[in-house]
Nanobody
Framework: QVQLVESGGGLVQAGGSLRLSCAVS????????MGWFRQAPGKEREFVAG????????VYAVSAKGRFTISGDNAKNTVSLQMNSLKPEDTAVYYC????????????????WGQGTQVTVSS
């Protein structure tokens, strides 16, 4: 069975950094598109970043581009989201997502979801 296990969330001051990780079991990154979404209190879930099968391409939301980096580690079968220059508006539950397709974008269907990890950025 496919499982996505997230780690790395926590509390950080504005301007700081966090690195989220998603361990994937049941699928390999060579045939799986991965992504990160987030949901803030009272807000809709939104797309943050995506990485294509075998990591051949990446795409970012406007809010993340230039600050966040998504990457994959084929040896460990994990996907990470490096978040720099964090802002209070980045506070949200971050979800790892996987798709049996080429890419993950804001409108693509998602086949598997992680349970989410809380990221809190203080002023």
């Amino acid at each position: 069975q496919v499982q996505l296990v997230e780690s790395g969330g926590g509390l950080v001051q504005a301007g700081g950094s966090l690195r989220l990780s998603c361990a994937v079991s049941g699928r390999t990154l060579s045939n799986t598109a991965m992504g990160w979404f987030r949901q803030a209190p009272g807000k809709e879930r939104e797309f943050v970043a995506g990485i294509g099968r075998s990591g051949y391409s990446t795409v970012y939301a406007v809010s993340a581009k230039g600050r966040f980096t998504i990457s994959g580690d084929n040896a460990k079968n994990t996907v990470s989201l490096q978040m720099n220059s964090l802002k209070p508006e980045d506070t949200a539950v971050y979800y790892c997502a996987a798709r049996r397709g080429q890419v993950v974008l804001n409108t693509t269907p998602i086949d598997y979801w992680g349970q989410g990890t809380q990221v809190t950025v203080s002023s």
